[in-house]
């Protein structure tokens, strides 16, 4: 009946859905992170930090998971257009950075995002 | 072809699921290098008016508009009537990084494009 | 030049008044399903700007009689008229 997985963080059970999202948005942490960025093979640097915060920031700004062109563009406003480029982001969150690093940052799925 | 699409947008935020999906579709599209032009009109300048929809535990459909820009629709053209109908003066609508066109002749504005998509 | 087809009753929804303020010279508006309602005589012209098309079929399920204003077209004239009209808006809520 039940299906839903679980992350095991620290003596917490946390659950995440059959992608890997969070079920509850609420119930992330930098430590969470680090374990589900581990289900990607992603090992987080400062760089991989900088691009989560931002992630966060557009979703307290406009309540959504951007798509690959407005992450693009939201990284370029506040990093500059060094690493406001695709494959800088996706040489961090590959191979679909919007949907991993969403994922990572603890938001939902992007909506539009394929 | 698809670059000359308009989305327009006549209802009123949280009365029913339209104003949201006409939004979910613009971003949609948007996100795949096809952003339609925007038209609020009748109810749908509601849209861009104030917010608080906490109280009915939904999410806020203006800040999710303010997302368009960052998905490159920077211009969002209203209907000047509708908003003079419903008391709501131009200046009150705000969207940062967006260019907000009055529209005083619809009729003329909605004829220059392929498709329109009514939501 | 625009074909604007209307399907609600002018008396529940803002439909018919705001695709009238809404059509350019030389569009057209085609009545459809409970917009028939507005195609009655006694009903105040939509607009001087387009002609009024009325689906008879809708207007004769409802016992609607079309008024002078307004000419009643079967289903082959509707689509023709989408043929010759850019755009097309539903104006359907």
Not at chain 3, 34 to 58: F, K, M, N
């Amino acid at each position: 009946m039940n299906t839903e997985k679980n992350l095991h963080i620290a003596g917490r059970e946390i659950p995440i859905d059959k992608e890997g999202f969070l079920r509850e948005l609420s119930d992330w942490t930098p430590e969470v992170a680090s374990a589900l960025a581990q289900s990607e093979g992603i090992e987080l640097t400062d760089a991989h930090w900088e691009v989560l915060q931002l992630l966060q920031a557009f979703y307290r700004e406009f309540e959504l998971s951007p798509a690959m062109r407005p992450l693009v563009k939201y990284i370029t406003l506040h990093l500059g257009p060094d690493k406001g480029r695709s494959i800088y982001l996706m040489q961090l969150f590959p191979p679909s950075p919007a949907k991993v690093a969403s994922k990572i940052a603890g938001l939902p799925k992007p909506t539009n995002c394929l | 072809m698809s670059k000359n699409t308009l989305a327009l947008c006549r209802q009123a935020p949280y009365g029913n699921a339209l104003a949201r999906e006409g939004l979910e579709a613009i971003l949609a599209a948007a996100a795949m290098d096809q952003a339609p032009a925007v038209l609020f009109l009748g109810d749908g300048v509601f849209q861009l008016a104030g917010q608080k929809p906490e109280a009915i535990a939904e999410k806020n459909l203006r800040r999710n508009i303010q997302a368009l820009p960052m998905f490159d629709v920077e211009t969002l053209h209203v209907c000047k009537s509708s908003l003079l109908q419903r008391g709501i003066m131009p200046e009150a609508l705000q969207v940062p990084g967006a260019d907000i066109e009055l529209v005083e002749d619809c009729g003329s504005f909605i004829r220059k494009f392929d498709h329109v998509l009514s939501f | 030049m625009t074909l604007h087809i209307v399907s609600k009753s002018p008396y529940s929804s803002s439909a018919l008044t705001d695709c009238a303020s809404s059509c350019a010279e030389g569009d057209a508006i085609v009545l459809i399903e409970d917009a028939v309602y507005g195609a009655v005589e006694t009903y105040p012209e939509i607009t001087e700007r387009a002609p009024v098309y009325c689906l008879q079929s809708d207007a004769e399920a409802r016992g609607i009689v079309i008024g002078k204003n307004v000419e009643g077209i079967d289903e082959t004239r509707w689509v023709t008229l989408c043929t010759e009209h850019n755009p097309i808006v539903s104006w359907f809520k």
